[in-house]
């Protein structure tokens, strides 16, 4: 066509400049100095393109890409909050008892945690998109066989594979987002991702009791195999490359190890003696092992650059007590509304209010998070967790079941603020090219977070009551809350 050039007249495009390891975003210095001085440089905008982060896609995908994502969260998430209320059914038809059957659980929460700092160090060296459909695929394949198996041992097999799977939504849902915009949009998508999150973690429990009603077990487990059907919808949007690299699997397999025995020692004190002894001694060898690797592969699976990031570390240490004071109330609300003759049908009905107030709160987390900071966000959420144990613990010592419905809901609210002011603090205060790795890692913490607040309700409630053990696990938020408030003020002075 007349004024049209070919395809070699055309000027090439300039070259997409390859990314430098020791560059961060721009809030680097603000989140991470105060607490150990910024680890990085602040990466420069990319080049026609003032003020945008390099490669920064439209905001007007944000919204659709959260949403797909949240929901993709939720379905991972349905693995233990919606197959709890399947366990029984389970049980009664491949007849085995009720303490084989909490390996059903337990085998899937430890795969799914030991598993999500590996993806994030392949997203920083390949990419994200390949991880995250292999991770789905994995996911909804395991699920899809465990759906089916015959035996609890084949089961078993499938919940493992499920949850190595289901490790790779947590983090790189996140890191997808953190990667693909900024700013006001970044914030109001990962809060619209953790808003949707907390309300499938709450519809969970009243789902499963649905489909286990109308239709049985098998397509409890199943569900999680609707995943597959967002992908198209999500795979495009995430990068196919990443800085490149070798993966360290020696330090890959220690840290792993090394994750397994922390998961098993907080798992413990409701799976016996043996269960402990395995996770210390995988503890003790793997922690000691992996300390002597790290050391001499400081830019290795998990660099040393992250593992001194102040910011990270205390980001991911506070915004724990989110997550244990989460599970422990969908472990203690239960079992007082069941003491009081309620229907597993209608006690997941009680919390759906719940995922009302998640859906909610994300709707202006978003803005709260911008305006605020992530540091005074997440103290919020903290001192949001401490009141809504406090809340339970009166509700179940006076046996009052709307105090109890109050508390899921405002441990909800927290989750849906808490968790995007992690990922902002982690992403902001590590160079770009560990954000994924460190990620993982902070990730990993958040769902130990989730098996302190069970293991506090099961173990200090057995000898102590439901009460009690709820004051007692609210002594973790209380205490990150002053962290996080001190922190605040800092960062305010030096700001």
């Known amino acids: 066509m007349p004024g049209s050039r070919s395809p070699a007249e055309r000027p090439a495009s300039p070259p997409s400049p390859e990314p430098d390891p020791g560059e961060c975003s721009e809030d680097a210095a603000r989140l991470a100095g105060p607490a150990a001085g910024a680890p990085c440089r602040p990466a420069l905008p990319a080049a026609g393109a003032p003020g945008s982060a390099p490669g920064e896609a439209p905001a007007g995908s944000a919204p659709r890409l959260a949403l797909a994502l949240g929901v993709l969260f939720a379905l991972a998430g349905s693995g233990s909050s919606a197959a709890a209320v399947a366990l029984p059914g389970l049980g009664t038809a491949l007849d085995v008892p009720a303490s084989a059957t909490a390996w059903v659980l337990s085998v899937y929460v ?6 999500t700092a590996v ?21 909804a394949g395991g699920a899809l066989l465990g759906a089916v198996a015959p035996t609890l041992p084949v089961l078993l097999v499938g919940r493992v594979l499920q949850g190595a799977g289901a490790g790779a939504v947590p983090v790189l849902a996140t890191a997808l987002l953190s990667a693909r915009y900024s700013g006001e949009v970044r ?8 808003g949707v999150a907390a309300a499938g973690g709450a519809l969970g429990p009243f789902a499963g009791g649905l489909l286990q009603t109308w239709v049985g077990w098998r397509v409890v487990l199943a569900l999680p195999a609707v995943g597959l059907l967002l992908l198209p919808l999500i795979a495009p949007a995430a990068a196919r490359r990443g800085r490149g690299g070798p993966f360290d699997v020696p330090g890959a397999v220690l840290v792993t190890a090394c994750a397994a025995g922390l998961v098993l020692l907080v ?6 003696v043996t269960v402990a002894l395995a996770g210390a001694a995988l503890l003790a060898v793997g922690g000691s092992a992996a300390a002597v690797h790290l050391a001499r592969t400081p830019l290795g699976f998990l660099p040393r650059r992250v593992l001194t990031s102040g910011a990270a570390v205390t980001a991911a240490g506070c ?11 969908l472990l203690a609300v239960p079992d007082v509304l069941t003491a009081r003759g309620w229907s597993p049908l209608l006690t997941g009905a009680s919390l759906v209010p719940a995922a009302a107030v998640g859906l909610f709160a994300s709707r202006y987390a978003g803005r709260l998070l911008a305006r605020a900071g992530a540091v005074r966000t997440l103290a919020l959420a903290t001192a949001l967790t401490v009141f809504a144990l406090l809340d339970a613990a009166v509700a179940a010592a006076a046996g009052i079941p709307a105090l109890l419905c109050l508390a899921v809901a405002v441990v909800s609210a927290a989750f849906s603020v808490g968790q995007p002011a992690l990922v902002e603090i982690v992403g902001a205060a590590v160079p770009v090219a560990d954000r994924g ?3 993982g890692a902070a990730t ?5 977070g989730g098996g302190v607040g069970t293991a506090a309700v099961a173990g200090v409630g057995a000898l ?18 002053l962290v996080a408030g001190v922190w605040s003020v800092r960062a305010a002075r030096a700001g």
């Open 110 to 115: 430890l795969a799914l945690a030991v598993t």
């Open 119 to 139: 993806y994030g160090r392949l997203a920083d060296l390949a990419g994200v998109r390949w991880p995250l459909v292999a991770g789905v695929v994995l996911m």
């Open 187 to 194: 914030a109001a998508a990962l809060t619209r991702v953790a």
């Open 267 to 272: 798992q413990s004190p409701a799976a016996g």
């Open 319 to 329: 915004a724990a007590v989110v997550p244990a004071g989460w599970f422990g109330l």
């Open 437 to 439: 790795v460190a990620l």
């Open 444 to 448: 990993l913490l958040f769902l130990l």
């Open 464 to 481: 102590t009551g439901t009460a009690v053990a709820l004051v007692v696990l609210a002594a973790l938020p209380a205490a990150a809350t």
